[in-house]
């Protein structure tokens, strides 16, 4: 399996506080890395540096080999590379639909097509798929400010992946999602890695479900590297129970 | 201004239309003369709610561009040239000044981005007031004329109404179709959540320019029809309050709206005649008013018809929902 992501020695300081402190690793085409730590050890730092967000300090960031450090975080997402965020991130004035469509435009054409083109009966029925997949069927013309905040933390995923992208990088997807709702979250998390061959990076706090769902996991502890392995070989790592799992 | 039946909605609006064209043909020159500048002073408003009220960025310029506009047409309506040549002209112009003034925008926001807008619309009240080998500085340009369309001399009032309505009409069929493209919801988007935006792909920073340049390019087109309408143009109209002025249609209309725009610059256009008969106290009258209706609905008078549209579909929603859950317990 060839890397998509390779990133090394990402460093990023805020003032005289190192939150990413030299962090390398690869990402393998169609695994699902899992990324956990302590609050505060870098991990949406890190994601930030990778994605544009942020500038690292030092270090680089390569996409299929190619060097993607200092690309914007649209530029990127032009790329194939999409994310979430930790808070929820949908545009409540905008229904399920309309923010599907918004999240899936800047892939179809250009600036001049968008425009003066009428693009929309594409991404319609692309919206229209991702909303059956995420079974939010009966949502689809509600504001998604008025959904509930597992249904919105579905819909922000699902614009994640309406461009069709490559990688992509969940920031505690499972955060205040209730259980059953987690269960189908991870079904179409798992569903969309098989399907589409999409690679992913889980920041998550809930163990069991980075367990399960993540074929390697990354600990990180105060902006480096812990270890890295499959889950049950991390979850055995004394360095880890110490730093984060506790005893 | 969903929520009304479609046939009610085209209904109104052919009854506006018709309006506009015929009631009119009785007014004297001076009830023309305010209706043109209320279509003239709509497109400017239109442009800055592209800017302010869709893609979120707040500008204090809009009524320089208006003046570059009236200088651009002025200037070569006056030399011999056709107003059509000087209109492209002032989009042109105006365009391209709005995209450098977006600039400033992909790095400060919010009262910050006011402020360099700001300075860039006294700047350009100093080059309309001191380059007088250009402008004719505070004298001014006199003798402008009034095109001819299709043959049709546009001299007398109701003509030139006609050409200033038509304008209207062409500006606002491009706005609707730029604010329900692609565009329009890239634009939302910078407004509502930029970081959002990037990382679905939208550049920002190229969204950001094009509002400012289109919304630019729109004060553009109104500061060409203003020149011949007054005939006579000198820096005093194109100073900050324009700007201002048109800053409160947009949020009195009501910022984001599509309609806002034509309601706000009614309301500044017109009320001040409606209000004549108070004399001295007609602009306290007017603070008062709009002081009270921002505290009453800060998204201004479409605002308060959203809120209730939005109320009743809620309501209708929840009935139906009632309706839709007493069948299933029925049917268990």
């Known amino acids: 399996m060839s890397a998509v992501l390779e990133v090394s020695d990402i460093k990023k300081s805020f003032g005289g506080i190192h939150a990413v402190n030299g962090v390398s690793f690869d990402v393998r085409e169609g695994e699902i890395l899992g990324l956990i730590g302590p609050n505060g050890c870098g991990k949406s730092t890190l994601f930030n540096c990778i994605l544009g967000q942020l500038t690292p300090s030092g270090g680089e960031v390569k996409l299929d080999g190619k060097l993607v450090t200092g690309l914007r975080p649209s530029e990127l997402n032009k790329l194939g590379v999409s994310r979430t965020f930790q808070l929820l991130q949908v545009f409540p004035k905008l229904s399920v639909r309309e923010n599907l469509i918004l999240a899936g435009q800047e892939h179809q054409g250009n600036m001049a097509s968008r425009l003066v083109g009428r693009s929309d009966a594409g991404l319609t029925d692309a919206a229209n798929q991702m909303i059956g997949f995420f079974k939010l069927d009966h949502l689809a013309d509600e504001p998604a400010g008025g959904l509930s905040y597992g249904q919105q933390k579905l819909l922000d995923a699902a614009m994640a992946f309406m461009g069709g992208p490559r990688l992509v990088l969940l920031d505690e997807p499972a955060g205040g999602v209730n259980p059953s709702m987690l269960a189908d979250l991870k079904d179409r998390l798992v569903a969309i890695n098989r399907e589409k061959n999409a690679t992913f990076v889980v920041i998550e706090h809930n163990m069991e479900f980075v367990m399960s769902l993540c074929s390697r996991v990354m600990v990180m502890a105060e902006g480096r590297v812990l270890a890295m392995g499959r889950p049950d070989e991390v979850r055995k790592n004394p360095a880890v129970i110490e730093a984060y799992l506790g005893h | ?332």
């Open chain 2, 1 to 332: 201004m969903s929520g009304f039946a479609k046939p009610l909605k085209i209904a109104l609006g052919l009854i506006v239309i018709v309006g506009l064209i015929v009631i009119p043909m009785n007014f004297n020159r001076y009830g023309l003369f305010i209706l043109s500048q209320w279509a003239v002073m709509s497109i400017a408003a239109m442009g800055l709610n592209l800017t302010l009220g869709y893609a979120g960025q707040v500008s204090l310029a809009q009524g320089a561009f208006v003046g570059i506009g009236a200088y651009a047409a002025a200037i070569m309506t006056t030399h011999g040239w056709p107003l059509p040549a000087a209109i492209l002209v002032a989009i042109a112009l105006s365009f391209a000044v709005g995209w450098v003034l977006g600039y400033p925008a992909l790095r400060v926001q919010h009262h910050y981005l006011a402020f360099v807008t700001l300075a860039f619309s006294t700047l350009a009240f100093l080059v309309f007031r001191n380059e007088s080998w250009l402008t004719g500085g505070i004298y001014g340009i006199s003798n402008i004329p009034r095109p001819h369309v299709f043959g049709f001399a546009t001299n007398k009032p109701l003509p030139f109404y006609y050409v200033c309505l038509g304008s209207l009409a062409i500006v606002s069929l491009a706005v609707w179709w730029l604010i329900r493209s692609p565009w329009g919801r890239a634009f939302m988007a910078l407004r509502e959540n930029p970081l959002r935006a990037q990382s679905l792909g939208i550049d920002t920073r190229r969204y950001t320019l094009m509002a400012f340049a289109i919304g630019s390019a729109l004060g553009g087109v109104a500061g060409a029809l203003y020149a011949p309408l007054t005939q006579y143009i000198d820096p005093v109209p194109f100073n900050l309050s324009l700007s201002l002025d048109l800053l409160m249609m947009v949020i009195v209309g009501g910022a984001g709206f599509y309609f806002g725009p034509f309601l706000g610059a009614m309301i500044a256009v017109l009320l001040p005649e409606w209000l004549r008969f108070t004399e001295g106290y007609y602009l306290m009258l007017y603070a008062i008013a709009v002081m009270l209706l921002l505290i009453w609905s800060p998204t201004g008078i479409l605002g308060i018809l959203d809120r209730y549209l939005a109320e009743r579909r809620t309501k209708a929603a929840s009935a139906l929902r009632a309706v839709a859950k007493s069948r299933l317990e029925t049917a268990q």
